[in-house]
C-alpha cells in the first residue's frame, strides 16, 4: 500500500499569505496525484488532479506541481473561504490511499 | 454535473449488518465509476471500495475485504454497500463518489453516518 504523508499537520497563516502545502510518497506514483478540499460539515471538493490541473470551478490560485515521491499544492494568496483541510490522494495502485490531511486555518 | 444522495446509516450494533444506498440523478451514472469512501469522527478520509462503470471490476481496502460488497444497479442510478460483521471501528461518515474513468473523485455525495455501538 502507498503510504502518503501531508505535512504540516497545520498551517496558521492569515488572508492574503501564500500557503505551500506538501504530500510525500512512500514510493512512485508518477503524476497520478489529486488534491481535495474540505471545509467542516462537508464533504471533499476535488481540486487538482495529475498533480497540475485544476479541476473545474478551481479558482487559478490553487496549483499543484511535483511528480514521483514528492508534491506541493500552492495557495497563492489565500481567501476566507480557503480556510480549510486538505487531502492528498494519489491513483497509481490500489489500494487508492489519501493523506492524513493538512488543516489550514487563520492565524 | 452529477447530483449524489447516501441514505441508509444509522445505529447498528457490533457483528450486525448495514446496506447503504447512493442514488445518482441524471444519465451519467451508468459510465461512471464509483466509490465509498469514509470518514471516522474527527478523522482523515479512507478509501473503501470501487466499483467499474458496468460492475464487472471490485476492489476493496484491505481492512472492509471480505466484509463489505460494493454492487450497482445502473437501472435505477444506484450504487450499494452492503456491510456485514460490523465492527467499532467501522463508525464513520461514508460518501459516494464519482469516477470518471480516472480514479479521482470529482463528485461527492453529502455522507450518511454509520454508528456501530452496543
Known amino acids: 500500500e502507498i503510504v502518503l504523508t501531508q505535512s504540516p499537520a497545520t498551517l496558521s497563516l492569515s488572508p492574503g499569505e501564500r500557503a505551500t502545502l506538501s504530500c510525500r510518497a512512500s514510493?512512485?506514483?508518477?503524476?497520478?496525484l489529486a488534491w481535495y478540499q474540505q471545509k467542516p460539515g462537508q464533504a471533499p471538493r476535488l481540486l487538482i488532479y495529475?498533480?497540475?490541473n485544476r479541476a473545474t470551478g478551481i479558482p487559478a490560485r490553487f496549483s499543484g506541481s511535483g511528480s514521483g515521491t514528492d508534491f506541493t499544492l500552492t495557495i497563492s494568496s489565500l481567501e476566507p473561504e480557503d480556510f480549510a483541510v486538505y487531502y492528498c490522494?494519489?491513483?497509481?495502485?490500489?489500494?487508492?490511499?489519501f493523506g492524513g490531511g493538512t488543516k489550514v486555518e487563520i492565524k | 454535473q452529477v447530483q449524489l444522495g447516501e441514505s441508509g446509516g444509522g445505529v447498528v450494533q457490533p457483528g450486525r449488518s448495514l446496506r447503504l444506498s447512493c442514488v445518482a440523478s441524471g444519465s451519467i451514472f451508468s459510465r461512471s465509476g464509483m466509490h465509498w469512501v469514509r470518514q471516522a469522527p474527527g478523522k482523515g478520509l479512507e478509501w473503501v471500495a470501487m466499483?467499474?462503470?458496468?460492475?464487472?471490476?471490485?476492489y476493496y481496502a484491505d481492512s472492509v475485504k471480505g466484509r463489505f460488497t460494493i454492487s450497482r444497479d445502473n437501472s435505477v442510478n444506484t450504487l450499494y454497500l452492503q456491510m456485514n460483521i460490523l465492527r467499532a471501528e467501522d463508525t464513520a461518515v461514508y460518501y459516494c463518489a464519482r469516477d470518471r474513468g480516472t480514479r479521482y473523485l470529482d463528485s461527492w455525495g453529502q455522507g450518511t453516518l454509520v454508528t456501530v455501538s452496543s
Open positions: 495529475d498533480a497540475a
Open positions: 466499483i467499474w462503470y458496468d460492475g464487472t471490476n471490485k
Open positions: 514510493q512512485s506514483v508518477s503524476s497520478y
Open positions: 490522494q494519489q491513483r497509481s495502485d490500489w489500494p487508492l490511499t
